[in-house]
């Protein structure tokens, strides 16, 4: 019967990986790297979500207009971002003369 | 022996009359939910803008606030969110399949997975109250700028908190999903609800993937 849904061996072999990238997040954790702590923190957290996305979500062989849907929520959060932090980090920046 | 329905087409009278067909109706639902997950994506956005923005303005006390969270629970409660979305995507596989018992099963051990989720968490939360970590009730402080660790703390509850009902209200999903299966309701072809409990459990998922380090990993410990 064709199925839309992948074989388990990949569903097994996607939490396997899922659970190293744990382990690694959670073992970096421990080691001062400075700034880096967090730029690999977060590198881990979004290859651990972009595999739940692609696999487990099946965005991986999904139609053109659901990969559209999934990318607006992350696009729509890169202008929330961009827009307050754009004003955050540049307070000071000017002086105001009141 | 485990039941497989016979593979026939599904009834007519599955599918709403606004859709041609089931397929149609099944995209439809699919789309619906991605729109769904996309407002989802701001709401718990606005917390995480919040955190960016003070964690950016008080590095430190936010790193030594987060070593005061208990990372072996936390820890522990990733790996148990991750394998729980393991069996969800196994779940719809075998409704795809129209694999009955393994179905009824798979949501089961889904919920199962999700409830120690929430006692661990339960655990977790009492003991933050009797480390006197809860902000306005009985925030304690012995280190220095006790209020910037007090928004550190307002934040983790806010945003575990949010995520933690989003978790029951999955439970719940799950289990009234595996009491419908035992009649049979997604093993005739039309198995689109599971699959769109799936994508809601797999987004929560996601969600906590971001918080662990964000929330108990927050400089090194």
């Known amino acids: 019967m064709e199925t839309t849904t992948h074989p388990p061996k990949l569903y097994w072999k996607t939490c396997g990986a899922l659970m190293l990238l744990l382990a690694s997040t959670w073992g970096i954790g421990y080691i001062d790297l400075g700034l880096f702590n967090l730029i690999v923190a977060l590198a881990i957290a979004i290859t651990k979500a972009l595999l739940v996305a692609l696999i487990f979500m099946h965005i991986k062989g999904s139609s053109r207009l659901l990969h559209l849907a999934a990318t607006v929520g992350v696009i729509w959060l890169l202008i929330m971002f961009g827009l307050t932090l754009s004003d955050y980090s540049t307070r000071g920046w000017v002086p105001l003369n009141h | ?221």
């Open chain 2, 1 to 221: 022996m485990e039941i497989i329905e016979s593979v026939t087409q599904p009834p007519r009278s599955l599918v709403a009359e606004h859709f041609d067909d089931l397929e149609q109706q099944r995209s439809a639902a699919q789309l619906g939910m991605w729109v769904f997950l996309a407002t989802e994506v701001l709401f718990f956005g606005g917390l995480f803008l919040s955190y960016t923005v003070f964690r950016s303005a008080y590095p430190r006390d936010f790193a030594a606030a987060s070593r005061r969270t208990e990372v072996l629970i936390g820890g522990i409660n990733t790996a148990i969110l991750l394998f729980s979305s393991t069996l969800m995507a196994l779940a719809v596989r075998a409704a795809e399949l129209r694999n009955r018992k393994q179905l009824i099963w798979l949501l089961l051990g889904t919920a199962f997975f999700g409830i120690i989720f929430m006692v661990l968490k339960g655990v977790e939360y009492h003991k933050d109250w009797t480390d006197h970590l809860v902000p306005v009730f009985n925030f304690k402080w012995h280190e220095a700028n006790s209020g910037h660790a007090q928004i550190f703390f307002w934040l983790y509850f806010a945003m575990t908190g949010l995520h933690a009902i989003h978790v029951t209200v999955g439970i719940f999903v799950m289990l009234i999903l595996a009491l419908l299966a035992s009649f049979g309701k997604f093993t005739t072809g039309h198995y689109t609800p599971v699959e769109i409990a799936g994508l809601y459990w797999h987004f929560v998922d996601i969600v906590w993937i971001f918080l662990f380090p964000l929330l108990y990993l927050a400089g090194h410990r």
